[in-house]
């Protein structure tokens, strides 16, 4: 497996990741409502915890998409009917569900090459215990931001692209970010290259709500141990017992919300920034948005932002769909 890094070194350096940890702690404390950025969320501890919600029952987006993507390895290939073909995945993660749509590929005959783009250099490392080794399979990691990878492919290949972006991603930007992001996308990519993208669905709010607390508090303790990051990488007081989860569904954006709750008054010092931040009682922190989507939504960004649906896949329940689009130029 042939590895390319594109994001600066300096970017990795340990002091300059704190600071820049630090500020963004110092400016989402300091908001209103205060904020914690969710991309703080996935140290070494809240990733395995993440994994740990992926695979508990009520979490359903994980082990349902999964299942729509098994049932499809084989049609989409014979959709997109090219002998050779770039696969490229925005924010690769282990590949677990990318692997399904490469098998496919490589089952009907196909040579694929395939570009996982990840600004996490472990992540590549990683993956590659989950990609076998196949003769008409070469893999290509890219360890960058998505834009900056997607160009890095296309000066390297001048094959049909298929960009995946799976796992509901596109639900942690917001109705205008996710424009922005896949009218970029469309510019990225060649009239007739394809993108496959995962959209959790609206639905009962009991299964929503259950997915996003847990039976087991996975999800609980995911999100204090954003607090614990703090304290630990920044030297914070917070108190653990004395904050709170909660996650909402907000009818009006259409979205699964993320707080931690101060349960009572309190001062936290943190003592990278030389400050203390006060909460009132029942103040919360807001941490993460999770957009949900009706099919009429799916079709509405693909058509303003350049792309035909070609089709929706769904499971029987209708909680998930990932919708292949083709690039219209």
Request: hydrophobic share 40%; with cysteine; charged share 25%.
């Amino acid at each position: 497996m042939e590895i390319t890094k594109l994001i600066n070194q300096g970017l990795f350096d340990e002091d300059a990741l704190k600071e820049q940890f630090a500020i963004d702690v110092l400016t989402g404390l300091c908001a209103t409502p205060k904020n914690l950025a969710a991309k703080y969320f996935y140290d070494d501890i809240g990733s395995d915890i993440f994994q740990k919600i992926t695979q508990h029952p009520d979490y359903y987006p994980t082990r349902t998409e999964f299942q729509i993507l098994d049932a499809i390895k084989n049609d989409i290939p014979k959709v997109i009917g090219e002998e050779e073909i770039d696969i490229i995945e925005l924010g690769a993660g282990d590949c677990h569900k990318s692997k399904l749509i490469i098998d496919g590929f490589l089952d009907a005959g196909c040579k694929v090459n395939f570009y996982p783009i990840d600004i996490s250099e472990q992540a590549m490392i990683l993956l590659q215990d989950n990609i076998a080794s196949h003769p008409n399979l070469k893999v290509h990691g890219v360890v960058a931001e998505y834009f900056d990878g997607l160009r890095l492919v296309r000066k390297k290949s001048t094959n049909k692209q298929l960009v995946l972006f799976l796992g509901s991603n596109i639900g942690n930007f917001d109705r205008v970010q996710n424009q922005g992001f896949l009218r970029r996308l469309w510019m990225s990519l060649n009239a007739d290259d394809y993108a496959l993208l995962g959209f959790d669905l609206k639905k009962d709010v009991g299964v929503l709500t259950a997915a996003y607390n847990d039976s087991s508090d996975h999800t609980r303790d995911f999100n204090l141990n954003l607090l614990t990051r703090i304290n630990t990488e920044l030297g914070g007081n917070f108190n653990i017992n004395k904050f709170q989860h909660f996650g909402v569904y907000s009818p009006i954006l259409g979205a699964m919300e993320s707080y931690v709750l101060a349960s009572e008054s309190q001062d936290v010092y943190i003592s990278a920034l030389k400050r203390s931040f006060r909460f009132e009682a029942f103040e919360p922190i807001h941490l993460e948005y999770s957009f949900k989507f009706l099919k009429s939504d799916i079709d509405f960004i693909c058509q303003k932002n350049g792309f035909d649906v070609v089709e929706h896949f769904t499971d029987p329940k209708e909680y998930f769909i990932d919708s292949l689009w083709k690039v219209e130029k």
